[in-house]
């Protein structure tokens, strides 16, 4: 009877942080997989079965995701697994679902790049999507040489400081100072001290929540925006947004596949049904990851309408190159043997409490290293 069951479901296990200090993020990931699904059921399914979503709340903490990543693929024996934003999150779903399960997982969010397994594929932008255009742009624009670089200690603010150090320098800029702090660090006076006195024209911060809001807070008291500074965290949206008062980021730049002012017919369309469907503070942005869970559900979906069966293998052969001719912010598409997408990009900025698009980008390759040939299930 189970067995039975099995057959006529197709499950998508989706792991969200919809509680601790990420929540205002994983609730919005986790009603975006509702939405898709909800879409996908509405069509009929795939291959003529009914998808089930198998949601799990990961509380901001990696163990919990690893926890709930060996439940979805030992206990649920999900097709596929989706989520997780803070890279050390990927890094603690991928022993369970990967490594052990072999199970193949999409992770959605922006990252450092260099996620090279033959059962992952990512979704989101990588530094030759974000750092590569932005860095340029932001220093012809501004005349700005100087960085200061106050980031989170884990993996994603250290791979991606050493792509803005070579971006920057190559470009006649230098880096000033470069420091890292616990994630749920709130004391930064010393930092905006030496901020002040290395002369910094501009703050790319890769601090992250809970340690984010004093740090604006206490970078804006210290009068650097004032003094002409400029502000930048690529990785800020609209739900990012909302948690700091506007006075404190304004002017800063981002630089994402996605944000709620991308004028497209089919963006805004997206951006209504989801308002429509959750009315609320859990935003639909880029940054958090709710743009790049879409584009990993619809890529998926279309690998498995390609490939005809759940076979893995099969699969995958299919993501490899897979492609969505309509998506947040734009199309996209799989680089074929990269297992990551190109996709549109834009830098914004935050002027009274919304962003603005400031420069669309146009469609980037993610430029990551070949992918060995990809593994069947065992």
Request: aromatic residues 8%.
């Amino acid at each position: 009877m189970a067995q039975s069951t099995r057959e006529r479901s197709i499950k998508v296990g989706v792991i969200a942080d919809q509680t601790g200090p990420l929540s205002f993020v994983g609730l919005a990931n986790a009603n975006v997989a509702r939405m898709v699904i909800g879409d996908i059921n509405a069509k009929g399914g795939l291959l003529g079965r009914h998808v089930e979503l198998c949601l799990e709340d990961s509380e901001t903490n990696d163990a919990v995701a690893a926890a709930k990543a060996t439940r979805l693929v030992e206990h649920e024996r999900v097709d596929v697994v989706l989520g997780g934003i803070y890279s050390s999150t990927r890094q603690a779903i991928k022993g369970p679902a990967v490594a052990r399960g072999k199970t193949l997982y999409i992770y959605p969010e922006q990252y450092e790049g260099q996620e090279c397994n033959p059962l992952i594929f990512c979704t989101g932008p990588v530094p030759a999507q974000q750092v590569d255009p932005f860095i340029p742009w932001l220093m012809q624009k501004t005349g700005a040489r100087k960085f200061y670089l106050p980031s989170a200690d884990y993996i994603w603010p250290h791979v991606m400081n050493k792509k803005v150090r070579e971006v920057v320098t190559a470009n006649g800029g230098a880096i000033v100072g470069e420091e890292y702090f616990p994630l749920d660090h709130t004391d930064y006076r010393a930092t905006v001290e030496k901020i002040a006195s290395s002369g910094a024209e501009v703050v790319f911060t890769m601090i992250v929540p809970p340690g984010l809001t004093p740090f604006f807070e206490q970078l804006h008291a210290s009068g650097f925006r004032a003094r002409g500074g400029q502000l930048v965290c690529t990785y800020f949206d609209e739900n990012f947004l909302n948690m700091v008062p506007a006075a404190h980021v304004e002017g800063l730049y981002s630089c994402l596949d996605y944000y709620q002012g991308v004028s497209d017919p089919f963006s805004q369309k997206l951006l209504a049904q989801y308002e429509t469907l959750y009315p609320g503070h859990a935003l639909f942005t880029g940054g958090s990851a709710c743009s790049g869970l879409y584009r990993g559900l619809r890529l998926w979906a279309a690998a498995v309408t390609e490939a005809g069966s759940l076979t893995q293998s099969d699969v995958i052969e299919a993501l490899d190159h897979a492609e969505i001719a309509e998506g947040p912010g734009g199309p996209a598409a799989m680089v074929p043997g990269q297992h990551h997408a190109r996709m549109n990009m834009y830098i914004a900025q935050a002027r009274g409490g919304h962003f603005q698009i400031i420069k669309s980008l146009g469609a980037i390759d993610p430029q990551e290293q070949l992918v060995a040939t990809p593994m069947a299930t065992s």
